[in-house]
């Protein structure tokens, strides 16, 4: 029986505090949580990848593809090795105020050539990105279901991925109604 893709999407704001959290040191959380935004109560990857969105949109030196893709590189090695100590100082895969993944897998859906700062393509690779993010379409599923800090990473790169593509598409499509 496979397991459903959105129980992990549970918001907690109803949910116990996970005493554990304490044990994090304040490094791997402030990378592993994007400057906190995944102790969101509410969402927090989506949370997570708003604030990405948000980044990418207004800090324009973000959307030159040189310095964007050296960011996912930044992001993917930081990010694994803040995420393999949270995990390994909570006792728990891929926990919930991990979100330094959803960052990853936002910019590499935002990465383009064609509508750099198009507020329309951000909106639309920022949907699309959550859209694959929680269906987890193979490979995706493969890394979702191994440990450690780079198949969270991994699993969000290859949404990210299906995300650009997706919304490469559907720009286009736009651009043909006009």
Not at 94 to 100: C, G, K, N, Q, R
């Amino acid at each position: 029986m496979s397991e459903n893709p959105f129980i992990k999407a549970r918001s907690r704001l109803w949910a116990p505090v996970n005493k554990k959290l304490k044990s994090v040191p304040m490094w791997a959380l402030a990378i592993g949580s994007f400057g906190f935004a995944g102790l969101s109560p509410v969402s927090s990857g989506t949370v997570g990848s708003a604030v990405a969105a948000i980044i990418y949109f207004y800090v324009i030196p973000l959307q030159h593809l040189g310095v964007l893709a050296a960011a996912c590189i930044v992001v993917l090695i930081i990010g694994t090795i803040a995420t393999d100590v949270i995990e390994l100082k909570m006792g728990e895969h891929d926990p919930s105020v991990v979100v330094i993944d959803e960052v990853l897998g936002q910019w590499i859906a935002l990465f383009t050539w064609t509508y750099t700062g198009q507020f329309t393509y951000v909106i639309i690779a920022f949907f699309a990105f959550r859209f694959f993010d929680i269906i987890k379409l193979y490979p995706a599923s493969i890394f979702e279901k191994r440990q450690g800090g780079s198949s969270v990473m991994l699993d969000d790169a290859v949404a990210g991925v299906y995300a650009n593509l997706t919304a490469h598409l559907l720009m286009y499509v736009i651009s043909l109604s006009r």
